[in-house]
């Protein structure tokens, strides 16, 4: 049903034949067994189990995870559609990440919401929004079909708008970022990474990404 291998410093939760419901039981019994064990852990998704798990499902499971202090090496989307996002470009200027036709939009509410930091390697992914009550850690990644809100510090690396949706957004109490990507557009961030006594928001104009103060009264056209 669910088996646990260790392989190169990192947990691999191999899903066999089974139900969703039986995943979380199992995994949580786990966890409840050897909280140490996971806490801190490297984990992979495996298993021919996963392609009969819908992406609201694998949302759960990936969620469960990171709740319990895991840190993910593969995302939902790179687990069961083998889909992952493109090693960005080292450039300072806002241009194409990537000419490769993106996968389909899909359906439904997908948003994700944690309250919780995101600590530094972990990787996050949301077939819909991001909504973090907390601190995105350097080297922490998201990626996000919407938009990615930050209650807090981003300091890692955010791609909201990751099956092309340039009127996405990224939002966050204190902006720091490592690195955004909006759509098919990428910036880094400036040398000036001091905090800021308001939050900021970034979005696509003009065919470049802007950062702004936010203003409730001048949002951005959507």
């Known amino acids: 049903m669910l088996k646990i291998k260790g392989l190169n410093d990192s ?11 039986d995943y979380c039981s199992v995994l949580e019994e786990k966890i409840g067994a050897n909280k140490q064990l996971f806490n801190g852990s490297r984990v992979i998704f495996r298993g021919e189990g996963l392609r009969n798990l819908s992406h609201d ?37 806002a241009q194409p990440a ?8 899909p359906s439904g509410n997908k948003d994700i919401i944690i309250h919780r930091n995101l ?32 209650l807090g510090t981003l300091g ?8 092309g949706n340039n009127k ?23 040398d000036d990474q001091t905090k800021r006594p308001y939050p900021e928001i970034a979005f696509l104009e003009n065919g470049n990404i802007c950062v702004q103060e936010y203003n409730s009264g001048k949002l951005p056209r959507r």
């Not at 947990?11 to 419901?21: H, I, P």
């Not at 694998?58 to 083998?82: H, Y």
């Not at 890692?156 to 099956?163: F, I, L, M, S």
Request: glycine content about 8%; overall charge neutral.
């Open 11 to 21: 947990l691999v939760l191999v899903f066999e034949k089974g139900s969703f419901e």
């Open 119 to 150: 600590r530094s390697g972990q990787k996050l992914h949301s077939e819909g929004s991001v909504v973090i009550w907390g601190d995105v850690h350097e080297s922490a990644e998201i990626t996000a079909a919407g938009d990615i809100i930050i």
């Open 98 to 105: 990537n000419k490769t036709v993106p996968p389909a939009i």
């Open 57 to 93: 499902e694998m949302i759960k499971l990936q969620k469960l995870c990171l709740d319990n202090g895991m840190i993910l090496n593969n995302t939902a989307s790179e687990t069961r559609l083998k889909e992952k996002p493109v090693s960005p470009p080292n450039t300072l200027s």
């Open 156 to 163: 890692g690396v955010a791609h909201a708008g990751y099956y």
């Open 168 to 190: 996405s957004i990224v939002f966050a109490l204190n902006l720091v970022p490592g690195q955004i990507r909006i759509g098919n557009k990428i910036s880094r961030a400036s």
